[in-house]
């Protein structure tokens, strides 16, 4: 079935075609150039493209010139050589914008560097662009980092001076898989950990329990300064970060004390929570409480059997 719009559309003569199969097609035709476009579901350029450029813009096939136009959900009619777009080339297609090209999750550049930045997110949400050097962006965490050409270190946009980590052992947190280290150009002792807040697991290992981070669940990072000579990683003030690297050092605990510390896990854990900067909170927040909730599960439980004497106790 066939209908049409009898006005135009932000500029758009609209036609929409309902398939037998249930479907729905528009075609969009521009009152001015009579450039015609027919809308393409996202669901079509799935496991192609990054989720940002699936989630964030109304794509559009251009017809006469054989291209995919990208234009952002904030202004969808907003045609302009400006937009991103999807050229076919001899062999495969190449999303472009101005100088800046896409580049491919699955190439090995792709592979290498989504690999690397696994910790902090997965590859559907990463998005990497070149433009004289490689521009890699996570765009949930608001993180970008750059990979210049003919240079082999990740550099941090937020942090100045500040690259990716070939060592990602900090001497504490022994099992957190998801961080990123972060080490001062030219200075091997400064270093920084990122740590996505996110829903936390654990499995306990034959040696050790492996801690991970749900990457969806995770809307923003906190960045700990690795303290050498405090033995201690450094908030950044905030209660949420404190609770949140108590609640790493307790799951991560080991009967040895961890190098950087000097204390197990779990006693770094409760050096944590008996500081007057945890104890002086305004207010709890709802992922306070979360956190709060969380950090009780692991807790030993004690109660009294023969309970008028509270002499003994069970313990599980």
């Not at 003919?150 to 900090?170: C, K, Y």
């Not at 307790?250 to 510390?261: E, G, K, M, N």
Request: charged share 20%; with cysteine; net charge negative.
């Amino acid at each position: 079935m066939l209908f049409s719009c009898k006005d135009l559309f932000h500029g758009h003569q609209l036609d929409f075609v309902l398939e037998s199969e249930g479907n729905l097609s528009v075609r969009a035709e521009t009152f001015a150039e009579h450039q015609i476009f027919e809308f393409v579901p996202s669901s079509v350029l799935a496991n192609s493209l990054p989720m940002m450029f699936l989630r964030h813009f109304v794509h559009w096939y251009n017809l006469e010139d054989d291209y995919l136009e990208f234009c952002a959900c904030r202004a969808p009619w907003n045609h302009s050589s400006q937009n991103w777009r999807l050229l076919r080339t001899q062999s495969s297609w190449q999303l472009v914008k101005g100088n800046a090209v896409l580049v491919d999750m699955n190439s090995p550049t792709g592979t290498i560097l989504a690999d690397i930045l696994s910790p902090l997110e997965i590859r559907e949400w990463m998005q990497m662009v070149f433009h004289g050097s490689v521009g890699i962006e996570l765009p949930r965490l608001e993180l970008q980092f750059d990979l210049k050409s003919g240079d082999m270190m990740i550099i941090s946009r937020q942090f100045r001076g500040m690259a990716v980590d070939e060592d990602q052992s900090i001497g504490t947190l022994v099992g957190l898989r998801d961080k990123l280290v972060l080490r001062q150009h030219g200075d091997q002792t400064r270093r920084k950990v990122i740590i996505p807040n996110g829903k936390t697991g654990f499995d306990k290992g034959d040696r050790h329990t492996t801690v991970t981070v749900d990457k969806n669940s995770a809307a923003k990072t906190y960045v700990y300064e690795v303290d050498t000579l405090l033995g201690r990683l450094t908030d950044d003030g905030s209660l949420q970060s404190k609770l949140l690297v108590s609640y790493l050092h307790a799951l991560t605990s080991f009967v040895l004390p961890d190098p950087l510390t000097h204390q197990t896990g779990t006693e770094q854990a409760l050096t944590i929570l008996k500081s007057s900067a945890v104890r002086s909170f305004k207010r709890l927040t709802k992922e306070d409480h979360e956190l709060l909730k969380d950090i009780a599960l692991p807790t030993p439980k004690m109660e009294y059997y023969q309970s008028r004497q509270q002499v003994m106790q069970s313990v599980w």
